[in-house]
């Protein structure tokens, strides 16, 4: 696919930045670094210097973005948009593994030094480059897995691992907040399975939901499932998503699950490894599972809830 340098007077209508990031779950200071730091998109400007996108600007981000799912670095996007689909060099994805390596090394090694300050810089630089999902997959999940992984064997390990996490609540909080009031689609009510204490899993899923065009009522660790009719009753909800481990609290998914399905008019989803590990007895109790992979999920939900906005 060439990219669009306007040579022609454009036939659609121009788009502003922000509908262009609500059309491709893509925030303007990502589009901007595109446009600045690797020239991959040319908007036309206002006389005051506003960017405006074509149509064939928006069909040229999506090209970008199928590549960055393929595993491409955002560093090598440029000279594939001329190939046919499908041809990526191994040696494109080999350079990828080398940038996200090297995210992670940065960030375990400002963890390790308790530096919030190095750590915000390298998390904020792969934010300003790739989609959320994309950094959910190949930054933060890797990062979550290393410290749940070594914390035994570091003398440390315990402080580390709930120093990044903690940083992590911060942080995908106040996204998850701003741009939730940005949204107008969907609202799904989020909450961990009671006896669930680890909530960054669940964190993660709301800002990729909410990037995805859904917005998101996050009631966070140890809910009880009880409760969540009385909270619809006063919330209107389209959708609720639980999360939770391997090992559910006794009671669970034989008896408060299928009381809280048959207490709902919306679907009521589970992911995280319950799903996995007891997706037939979820299922028995009348409820979706998503599995442990964010992107999965979120395109299992799309089947069932619409967004106006799935990409």
């Known amino acids: 696919m060439p990219q669009s340098q306007h040579a022609e007077k454009p036939s659609g209508p121009l788009l502003p930045i922000r509908t262009v990031a609500s059309l491709t779950g893509i925030n303007p200071v990502t589009l901007r670094a595109w446009e600045r730091r690797y020239n991959l998109i040319t908007p036309q400007r206002t006389p005051k210097g506003h960017r405006l996108y074509t149509e064939e600007d928006v069909e040229l981000i999506r090209h970008v973005l199928e590549l960055l799912d393929q595993g491409i670095a955002i560093s090598q996007v440029k000279p594939l948009l001329e190939q046919a689909p499908g041809q990526v060099p191994a040696v494109a994805v080999a350079d990828t593994g080398e940038v996200w390596r090297s995210y992670q090394n940065k960030m375990l090694l400002a963890v390790e030094n308790f530096d919030e300050h190095a750590l915000d810089t390298v998390y904020n630089d792969a934010l300003s480059l790739y ?25 440390t390990g315990i402080a580390e691992e709930h120093f990044f996490s903690v940083y992590l609540r911060n942080k995908l909080g106040t996204r998850i907040h701003h741009m939730n009031q940005r949204s107008n689609g969907p609202l799904l009510l989020l909450a961990c399975l009671p006896g669930e ?49 391997a090992r559910p609290a006794r009671g669970i998914i034989n008896s408060d699950l299928p009381a809280l399905v048959g207490q709902t008019a919306v679907p009521v989803f589970v992911g995280g490894r319950i799903a996995t590990k007891h997706q037939d007895k979820i299922e028995s109790a009348g409820a979706i599972c998503l599995g442990e992979s964010i992107g999965t999920g979120l395109r299992m939900l799309s089947e069932h809830i619409k967004t106006g906005r799935l990409r």
């Open 131 to 155: 989609p959320v999902d994309v950094i959910i997959q190949r930054l933060i999940s890797p990062l979550l897995r290393t410290f749940g992984e070594r914390w035994k064997e570091r003398d």
């Open 197 to 245: 204490f680890h909530e960054v899993g669940l964190l993660l899923f709301a800002l990729a939901a909410v990037n995805y065009g859904y917005r998101v009522l996050v009631l966070g660790a140890n809910m009880p499932l009880d409760q969540l009719p009385a909270v619809m009753q006063r919330k209107t909800c389209d959708g609720v998503v639980l999360s939770g481990s």
